[in-house]
C-alpha cells in the first residue's frame, strides 16, 4: 500500500517508516495523522514484521503540529482536532501494541507530536546535531500523540512536565542525559547505526519482545501483585513458544540461537 504522508518498506523482517513529507518538514497534518493509523493497521497485521525503524526525510525530522492548518480553522479547531487525534491517537496506540521493537533515528529537528512519538519508542538514537522540543505551551496548546505517558515514562514526571510547560529545546546529549535519547552517535553514521540495531532486533524472539514491551508498558500503571502474576502469565505463555525452545537448546549446545519470531 502506497501512502501520501509516510514511505513504508518491508524487507527481511524490518519495516521502514520514513516520514516523507520533507518540504513540509514533516508536519503532523491531516494526511500524516490519517495515514499513520493505517500503517499502524497493515503492520499489525503483517506476520513478517519483527522490528519497526523510524526515520524522516528532508530538513527536519519533523515540525510537528501543522501550524498553518490550525491557522486555516480556527473557527472550526476544537472540531478539526478531535477529528484528527482519531488517527494519530489511534495509530499511536496500535504501534505500542506491536509485538515488533521500534528504534528512531532522529535527525536535526524534532518538535512537539514527534518528540512525543519518539520518546514512545523502544530505543532512540539521535544524531549529534539533533534537537528536541516542546512548543507546545509557546502557543496555548496542551500534548497529545501520547506525548504525557511517554514523556512521563523516559523522562521521569517532574522532568517532563517542565519539558512541556517551559517550553524547553533540548540537544542531542541533554536529551540523552534526561532519558529521552538512549544513543548519540554522528550525523553521517545515525541511519547506518539505527538500522544496524533494527536488524539485529529483527532476528530476535518477536513474541518475546512483545511480552516486555507490554509489561513495562503497563509498569507503572499496575499494582505491584499484579504486576508480579502478569509476569508469570507471561513467562509461562513464552515458555511454549519455539523461540524459547531454541534459546535454551542453544544454550545448552552452546551456539547462537536462530530465532523465527514464533
Same mark, same amino acid.
Given at each position: ?7 513504508? =518498506? ?10 516523507? =513529507? ?41 515540525? +510537528? ?50 518528540? +512525543?512519538?519518539?520518546?514512545? %519508542? ?18 496555548g496548546y496542551s ?22 510547560? %517551559? ?11 534526561? +532519558?529521552?535519547?538512549d544513543f548519540v ?17 529483527? =532476528? ?5 519482545? +512483545? ?21 508469570? =502469565? ?29
Amino acid at each position: 500500500m502506497s501512502y501520501e504522508s509516510i514511505e513504508l =518498506q518491508v524487507e527481511d523482517g524490518l519495516a521502514r517508516v520514513v516520514l516523507n =513529507q520533507p518540504d513540509l518538514g514533516n508536519p503532523f497534518n491531516e494526511a500524516f495523522c490519517r495515514e499513520w493509523a493505517e500503517v499502524a493497521n497493515e503492520l499489525s497485521d503483517r506476520n513478517d514484521v519483527r522490528a519497526v525503524l523510524i526515520s524522516g526525510k528532508g530538513k527536519f525530522f519533523s515540525v +510537528g503540529g501543522d501550524i498553518a492548518m490550525f491557522a486555516r480553522n480556527l473557527d472550526v479547531l476544537p472540531a478539526r482536532i478531535k477529528q484528527w487525534t482519531v488517527g494519530l491517537h489511534m495509530g499511536v496506540a496500535r504501534f505500542a501494541r506491536l509485538d515488533a521493537p521500534i528504534v528512531a533515528a532522529v535527525h536535526a529537528t524534532a518538535m512537539g507530536g514527534a518528540v +512525543g512519538m519518539v520518546a514512545g %519508542c523502544d530505543l532512540v538514537y539521535a544524531a549529534r546535531s539533533a534537537s528536541f522540543g516542546s512548543a507546545y505551551s509557546s502557543i496555548g496548546y496542551s500534548v497529545d500523540a501520547g506525548s504525557s505517558f511517554t514523556l512521563s515514562s523516559r523522562m521521569g514526571l517532574a522532568r517532563a512536565r517542565r519539558f512541556v510547560l %517551559c517550553a524547553e529545546m533540548l540537544k542531542a546529549e541533554e536529551a540523552a542525559a534526561v +532519558g529521552l535519547v538512549d544513543f548519540v552517535v554522528d550525523d553521517e553514521t545515525l541511519l547506518a547505526e539505527a538500522e544496524k540495531m533494527a536488524r539485529r532486533l529483527a =532476528q530476535g524472539p518477536t513474541r518475546a519482545y +512483545g511480552e516486555i514491551r507490554k509489561l513495562f508498558g503497563n509498569a507503572m500503571a499496575r499494582p505491584f501483585e499484579a504486576q508480579l502474576e502478569d509476569e508469570a =502469565q507471561s513467562l509461562a505463555r513464552m515458555g511454549g513458544t519455539a523461540d524459547a525452545r531454541e534459546g535454551i537448546m542453544s544454550f545448552v549446545e552452546k551456539r547462537k540461537p536462530v530465532f523465527r519470531g514464533k
